[in-house]
Every structure is written in structure tokens, then in C-alpha cells.
């Protein structure tokens, strides 16, 4: 575990027009994919760990959360995740993108 860990939240998505209750989902995707989005825990990495190192003090960043991109008109990175980590000592913050 980081030497920083922030506890694990489930984040649950809801639509607030009909235009983004019309792009919701992916009909081909397996069931968890467009609902793995979270703040803390630890990453549900895709391709593997890629945790950056803050670019200032140069130790590990802290996963802040990640947000699933699976939908029928505007994926990012093909069914991907977006992963954010922060830097406390140095208020920086990192995404990294990674598609399954």
C-alpha cells in the first residue's frame, strides 16, 4: 500500500439530461465496463501499473480516483479507464489513460 491511501468510494454515474442517458452505456462491452469509476482505493489497472512519480519531489503519486469511458458515441482510449493521482507534498496532480 502508498505510503498515502485514500479509502475506497464507489461512485455511481447518474444522467442528468436525455442527452447523456442517450449515450450511456456499451452494448458490447462485459457488465462492469462504464461502472468502474471510483475515488480511492487502489486502480483496477488495464494494462498494468503505471503509477507516475510526482514530477517535483519524485516519489510515487497517491491514487485520487478513476472514470470509466465506455460509451456508445464518445469512448476515450477504446472501453478505457482515466486514473488520477495527486501529489500531496507538492499539489500536483497526473492522469493516465490506459483502454482494456
Same mark, same amino acid.
Given at each position: 500500500m502508498p505510503e498515502?491511501?485514500?479509502p *475506497?468510494?464507489?461512485l455511481v454515474l447518474h444522467p442528468e439530461?436525455?442527452?447523456a442517458a442517450a449515450v450511456a452505456g456499451f452494448e458490447w462491452a462485459a457488465p462492469e465496463v462504464g461502472h468502474r469509476h471510483r475515488i480511492g482505493g487502489?486502480?483496477?489497472w488495464l494494462q498494468g501499473d503505471a503509477t507516475p512519480a510526482? *514530477?517535483?519531489c519524485g516519489r510515487q503519486m497517491t491514487f485520487y480516483a478513476?472514470?470509466?469511458f465506455a460509451r456508445r458515441r464518445r469512448r476515450i482510449a477504446d472501453c478505457g479507464l482515466v486514473y488520477v493521482?495527486?501529489?500531496f507534498d507538492?499539489?500536483?496532480a497526473q492522469a493516465v489513460i490506459q483502454s482494456g
Open positions: 498515502r491511501f485514500i *475506497p468510494f464507489r439530461t436525455a442527452e487502489e486502480p483496477t510526482c *514530477p517535483d478513476q472514470r470509466d493521482f495527486v501529489c507538492d499539489f500536483r
